[in-house]
């Protein structure tokens, strides 16, 4: 369905206007069709991202810094969710052999496990697969990386 129909509006500026429109209007529905995956293992956006920081990194540790640069969701308390995440034993926290003040996060056998379930039960592509070929969502995307150029 096209923007104008979704929000019952053709009162844009211009074509700029439309188009921030319509990424901030993508950007909520993404959201919310991935909300349900999330909640059904109890994860949030935010946490489910810095599980799959942590699996790319593994088996090698991650600091804070490296998640907060990593996180899709910059506004985000990483040190927080981290704490979130061990209290729910998806990751562990030790302190980094070679420097003391550092501190190392590792995801879990069961962070591990519960990201193997996810990925068995939904793919991303599903999401875009009905309404894009794979050449269009690689032009999307494409176009995405040059918007933010």
């Known amino acids: 369905m096209r ?22 209007y993508t ?4 959201a919310n069709a991935l909300r349900c995956q999330f909640e059904r293992h109890k994860l949030t956006p935010q946490q489910f991202n810095v599980l799959r920081i942590l699996r790319g990194q593994y088996p090698s540790p991650a600091t804070v810094n490296l998640i907060k640069e990593r996180m899709l969701d910059k506004m985000s308390d990483a040190s927080r969710i981290v704490d ?8 562990s926290r030790c302190t980094n052999n ?9 995801i879990s056998e069961l962070g591990m496990q519960i990201l193997a379930k996810m990925d068995d ?3 991303t592509k599903d999401l875009l697969k009905n309404n894009l070929s794979e050449e269009e969502a690689a032009q999307l995307s494409d176009l995405l990386d040059k918007l933010r150029g």
């Open 3 to 24: 923007i104008d129909d979704e929000i019952q509006s053709t009162n844009f500026e211009d074509s700029y206007h439309k188009a921030v429109i319509n990424i901030a």
């Open 27 to 30: 950007q909520g529905w993404l």
């Open 84 to 91: 979130r995440l061990v209290q729910k034993g998806l990751v």
């Open 98 to 106: 070679k420097d003391r003040r550092a501190v190392d996060i590792r």
């Open 121 to 123: 039960e939904f793919k």
